[in-house]
Nanobody, 124 residues
Framework: VQLQASGGGLVQAGDSLSLSCAASGRAVSSYAMGWFRQAPGKEREFVSA???????TYAASVKGRFTISRENAKNTVYLQMNSLKPEDTAVYFC???????????????????WGQGTLVTVSS
């Protein structure tokens, strides 16, 4: 499976941005999908996940501001980011969750396939 993340850019604090993750080779509806991010000098961290049944989960730092969704017809997963903060600056990655894992979806080790990442920069 291949994942193509897009939609990153430079925005100001308080602005919104929508990221897309287009998948090929696998149907996103058949897997849980996740978004992670990695800021310079920091480890990759969980942002959000969407289960096959449509349940979503978020990191505490983005809950209430970010929304994950899926459009099966386009085989695409989205991350709508509102009220962006400078600390949201990072490279954002989408990933396919390995079906053999039954964890919390928050560990990067549970994901089998990763996109190349898209850079989000939020200026203050």
């Amino acid at each position: 499976v291949q994942l193509q993340a897009s939609g990153g850019g430079l925005v100001q604090a308080g602005d919104s941005l929508s990221l897309s993750c287009a998948a090929s080779g696998r149907a996103v509806s058949s897997y849980a999908m996740g978004w992670f991010r990695q800021a310079p000098g920091k480890e990759r961290e969980f942002v959000s996940a969407l289960t096959r049944s449509g349940l979503s989960t978020y990191a505490a730092s983005v809950k209430g501001r970010f929304t994950i969704s899926r459009e099966n017809a386009k085989n695409t997963v989205y991350l709508q980011m509102n009220s962006l903060k400078p600390e949201d600056t990072a490279v954002y990655f989408c990933a396919v969750h390995g079906p053999r894992y039954t964890g919390t979806y928050a560990s990067a080790r549970e994901y089998d396939y990763w996109g190349q990442g898209t850079l989000v920069t939020v200026s203050s």
